[in-house]
């Protein structure tokens, strides 16, 4: 999929990734704070190929790539 339907499953919850990233269970998810956060907007974070949880900012060429797919519970493991 491209990314815009990669942005509208994002913001009804799901996690996305690309297939043309080099790292394994790699995906972004939109944050939408809460009352208890310390952030006031929504913003991307991407879990790393080493686990870790990160802010996250697009590329050009993430934009523009047709290899995104919704990551499922299983594949996130």
């Not at 990669?6 to 297939?19: H, M, T």
């Not at 929504?42 to 797919?69: C, E, F, H, K």
């Amino acid at each position: 999929m491209d990314f815009e339907e990669a942005l509208y499953r994002l913001k009804n919850g799901d996690k996305v990734f690309r297939s043309g990233w080099n790292g394994k269970n790699m995906w972004i998810h939109l944050q939408k704070p809460d009352h208890n956060s310390k952030m006031t907007l929504p913003y991307l974070y991407m879990r790393t190929a080493q686990g870790d949880l990160v802010p996250w900012t697009i590329s050009q060429a993430d934009v523009l790539a047709n290899d995104w797919s919704v990551a499922w519970e299983a594949d996130e493991k």
